[in-house]
Structures are given as C-alpha cells and as structure tokens.
C-alpha cells in the first residue's frame, strides 16, 4: 500500500476523531482559552455523564438493527420522581431508594422489551408510547409542584463531587495539585499500552490481520496523552469527578461485552442479518429483549446521575435525553442500519455532542442555534456514513 492511500486510510478510520480534535481548537481559539481550562474538562463531564450512559444503552439498540429508544429521556424524569418521593417525601434511605429506581427500570425493561422482542410492536412505536406517557405520568405526580428536594446528601455523594487527594499534592504558586488525578492516569496509561500491545500480539499468533509496531506505538502516544491531559486538568479542578467513574466503569464493561463475549457479537450479527442470525440457532428474541432491558437499567443510572446534579428530581429532567444519545452514536459511527459501531466511537461521539453544547454555551450562542447546529453534525455524520458504504460497496 502506497504511503498516500495510508494517509487517506487512517484520515477515512479516524475522521470523526479529527473532526473532534478540530472543533476543540475552534472553540478554544473563539472563547480566548476558556475552552482548555481545567473547569471546562470538568464540566464537559459532569454536564454530559449521562450522554455517555444513555448513548451505551443506544449502541446496544441500535446495533440489533438500527433500534432506537425513544423513551428514556422521559423514563429519567419518572423514575427520578418516584425515588425523589421514597427518599425525601417518605424518608427512605438512599440504599431503599436506589433500589427501588432500579426495580422500576427492571420492570419498564422487561415489559418494553417484552412488546418489542415476543409480541413485535415496532420499536419506535413501542419507545414512543413511553415518550408520551412516562413524562406526563412523572409530572402528575409531582402534584404541580416543579421539583422534589432536596435530595438525601449521601445519595448525592455516591455520583457527584470529586475524589479526594490521597497523596498530598503540591500547592505550586498558589494553585492545590491533585496528586490522586495524576496517579489515575499514570495507571491508566500503562494499561493502556500493556492491552494494545497484547492485543496485537494475540491477533499476531492467530495469524490474524495486525496493526504495525509503529501504528500501535503512535496510538498509544496519542491515547495516553489524552489520558494525561484529562488527569492533569482534573488535579487542578480539583479531582477527578465522581461522575467520570462511573462513565469509565460503564464503558469498559460494554467494550469487554461487545468485543469479547458471544452475547456482544450476536447483537452484532442480528444487525447484519437477523434471518441469517435466526436460523444459525441463536435465540434472536432474547437478544432483542435484552437490548431493551439493559436500556432501561442505563436509563437508571443516568437517572441518578441527573438527580444527583440538582440535588433534586424535576419535571424538566430528562428533556432531549434520548435526541442526545442518539446523535452520540451516529455521530459516532454507529450505523443507523444496525450491525456496526463500536463503543470507543460512541465515546468520540458522545464527546462531541458535548463539546460542541459547551463550546456553543461558552460563546452565549442561543440555545436553539445549538440545536440547529447539532442536526447538521447528525445529518452529516449519517451522509458520510451513506457515502462511505457506497463507494466499499462500488469497490
């Protein structure tokens, strides 16, 4: 392969990843900075937690066939009003609490997926009757009132705030290091190179199709960077937030699921081909009725995530959620069609999404310029998508 057609492979590969890195800069450049200060990697994270949860549950979705999730943007909403009136109205503890959230989300889940997968309501039309009906039900019982708080403090504690220093940072020319930040991404970093490496030995043994020693030492550069850039902001925005956490521990489960386990490449494959997928002994209702499932439980967690914001559950949580993780995923390259996307491209989508709301907000745009801005990102990832097949499939 010519040197050229490497350089047009890898911009093809990563397009969104540099699209990303660019809008940064634009950003960082039209606010004079503010973009790059650490309370703006901060906020990119607490603001957007729950874009990365909900866009996981999407990928799943959306991977069995270009499925979509309408509800759960108005799934939060309800389910962070009943545990707002377990927990403050009635007095229950925050252990009570979340597990009543979390029963309500198994419950929704098995019903949705229920309809969906064994009695084949299409998913749009089943997803779109809990749009209409869980908002409105969670407003009715709030009884007018527009939020329910404040919300137990050890509930709060569990999603938001920020790790404390355990190593005693520096305080270097008036500014407090969190040295637990920079020790996080250290670790974090040298995982990083030990699993590409070992994955690019093991694809070497099975006689598989590996990437070159050069390209897996530039990844790993580049990667850890981001990592260290990240940590280091975060130990002087005072720690990594809680918030992070639990994204990081979300998406590598799902990453592990989706690319090492049989369950994760049958969503893959009914995507592809659901008759093929069917008559090959695989159990393709159940597959789907997990989606579904698994959907609500994420839909849980960024209930809480929410909730643990605001300190409170209101009648507004929620608004535009599901419109939020859709764009992740397709601006991530999750195909609209089903049986591809990958979770590290949600993330660069998800990502995305949420620099462009920072950015747009840092320069005081009108919040419905951001919207008009986000459906082109959407319709231009989808075109690109549509045209990038078309010319593999000329080819």
Excluded at 251 to 276: H, Q
Aim: contains cysteine.
């Amino acid at each position: 392969m010519k040197v050229k057609d490497k350089i047009l492979k890898i911009f093809k590969e990563n397009t969104m990843l540099i699209v990303l890195v660019l809008v940064v800069l634009f950003f960082n450049v039209m606010t004079n900075g503010t973009m790059l200060l650490p309370s703006q990697f901060n906020a990119l994270i607490t603001q957007n937690a729950y874009v990365y949860v909900l866009a996981t549950g999407m990928l799943m979705c959306m991977l069995t066939g270009g499925n979509i999730d309408l509800s759960c943007g108005s799934f939060v909403c309800f389910v962070g009003v009943i545990g707002a009136k377990v927990m403050v109205t009635n007095g229950a503890s925050t252990p009570v609490g979340i597990l009543v959230m979390l029963l309500i989300g198994v419950i929704y889940g098995c019903l949705l997926g229920f309809v969906i997968a064994y009695i084949n309501i299409p998913p749009w039309i089943a997803t779109l009757a809990g749009f209409l009906a869980l908002r409105g039900w969670g407003v009715a019982l709030m009884h007018g009132a527009s939020n329910i708080s404040p919300l137990p403090k050890e509930f709060c504690a569990m999603f938001t705030g920020k790790m404390n220093d355990l190593f005693g940072g520096p305080r270097i020319n008036g500014v407090q290091y969190n040295m637990t930040s920079i020790v996080i991404g250290l670790i974090a970093s040298v995982i990083v190179v030990l699993l590409l490496f070992r994955s690019r030995a093991t694809k070497l043994k099975k006689g598989y199709v590996a990437d070159s020693l050069v390209t897996v030492i530039v990844k790993c550069v580049l990667i850890d960077f981001v990592i260290m850039l990240f940590a280091y902001k975060f130990s002087l925005a005072g720690g990594v937030p809680y918030a992070l956490i639990w994204v990081a521990v979300i998406v590598l489960i799902y990453s592990f699921i989706t690319s090492k386990t049989d369950v994760g490449r049958y969503f893959y494959t009914i995507g592809g081909n659901a008759e093929a997928t069917r008559l090959s002994g695989i159990d393709t209702k159940k597959i789907m009725f997990l989606a579904y499932l698994n959907m609500a439980v994420l839909t849980v967690i960024s209930a809480f995530l929410t909730m643990s914001r605001f300190s409170a559950a209101n009648s507004t949580a929620g608004t535009n959620y599901e419109m939020d993780a859709i764009s992740a995923c397709v601006v991530g390259g999750v195909s609209a069609y089903g049986g591809s996307g990958t979770v590290f491209g949600m993330i660069v989508g998800a990502t995305l999404i949420g620099v462009i709301n920072l950015g747009m907000s840092l320069m005081g745009i009108d919040a419905n310029w951001q919207k008009v801005v986000k459906g082109v990102v959407l319709l231009g990832a989808v075109v690109f998508e549509i045209l990038n097949n078309r010319k593999n499939a000329i080819k």
